[in-house]
């Protein structure tokens, strides 16, 4: 895989494009990770950092491969990488998820995916008749990888104003920490091992 290749998800809705423009952004910014999501929290492009960093191709578990809410629910291996902080992450993605979708609460996609969250996760189950909500905003971010061990990043959400439900998400290695050490050894394909 080329260090700069871009990655482009095709979803069901072709209201969610993202531009050649906002691609090369997230080109661009390599080897600090990028991506895009939409407004049914699916990963619609991302740069290689991301893809290193989020394990974008391990972590797919069908049938909402790339659901950022299925994949934090979903995926045992979740809490491997948000370990110890996982029910802390969790329970902000979901509040958030709650916030930004609420104009989409009868629309067949939403109900879908809820319904299917309830069955496999107990958490999830459990947390969201509590119907807590919460709006973006910049935190720190800490990752357990698999490869290189923890990673610190401050984590910063964008608006694309010509399409406010895309929303681009940088992860920005925290200073003073060996992180961006780190990310560059996983760009360069210095830690090669399988999961």
Same mark, same amino acid.
């Given at each position: 895989?080329?260090?700069?290749?871009?990655?482009l998800?095709?979803?069901?809705?072709?209201?969610e494009?993202?531009?050649?423009?906002?691609?090369?952004?997230?080109?661009?910014?390599?080897? !600090?990770?990028?991506?895009v !999501? &939409?407004?049914?929290?699916?990963?619609?492009?991302?740069?290689?950092?991301?893809?290193?960093v989020?394990?974008?191709?391990?972590?797919?578990v069908?049938?909402?491969?790339y659901?950022?809410?299925?994949?934090i629910?979903?995926?045992?291996m979740?809490y491997?990488v948000y370990? *110890?902080?996982?029910? =802390?992450?969790?329970q902000?993605?979901?509040?958030?998820?709650?916030?930004d979708s609420?104009?989409y609460?009868?629309e067949?996609?939403?109900?879908?995916?809820?319904?299917?969250? =309830?069955r496999?996760? *107990?958490e999830?189950?459990?947390?969201?008749?509590?119907?807590?909500?919460? &709006?973006?905003?910049d935190a720190?971010?800490? !990752?357990?990888?698999?490869?290189? &061990?923890?990673l610190?990043?401050?984590?910063?959400?964008?608006?694309? *104003?010509?399409? *406010?439900?895309?929303?681009?998400? !940088?992860?920005?290695p925290?200073?003073?920490?060996?992180?961006?050490?780190?990310?560059? =050894?996983?760009?360069?394909?210095?830690?090669?091992?399988?999961?």
């Amino acid at each position: 895989m080329l260090a700069d290749q871009q990655h482009l998800v095709e979803t069901d809705t072709c209201d969610e494009q993202v531009s050649p423009a906002l691609r090369r952004v997230l080109d661009a910014l390599n080897p !600090i990770p990028a991506y895009v !999501i &939409g407004r049914r929290w699916n990963y619609l492009a991302w740069n290689t950092a991301a893809e290193q960093v989020l394990l974008l191709s391990e972590l797919a578990v069908p049938p909402y491969e790339y659901n950022a809410v299925w994949r934090i629910f979903a995926n045992p291996m979740s809490y491997r990488v948000y370990n *110890p902080q996982w029910e =802390q992450v969790a329970q902000k993605v979901l509040a958030e998820f709650r916030a930004d979708s609420a104009r989409y609460a009868d629309e067949e996609w939403f109900k879908r995916l809820v319904a299917d969250l =309830q069955r496999v996760s *107990p958490e999830f189950r459990a947390w969201w008749p509590r119907h807590d909500v919460r &709006g973006r905003s910049d935190a720190l971010k800490d !990752i357990e990888h698999p490869l290189v &061990g923890r990673l610190m990043f401050e984590h910063t959400t964008l608006q694309v *104003p010509a399409m *406010p439900e895309l929303k681009v998400m !940088i992860y920005t290695p925290l200073p003073e920490t060996d992180t961006l050490e780190k990310l560059q =050894q996983l760009m360069d394909h210095e830690v090669v091992a399988s999961f």
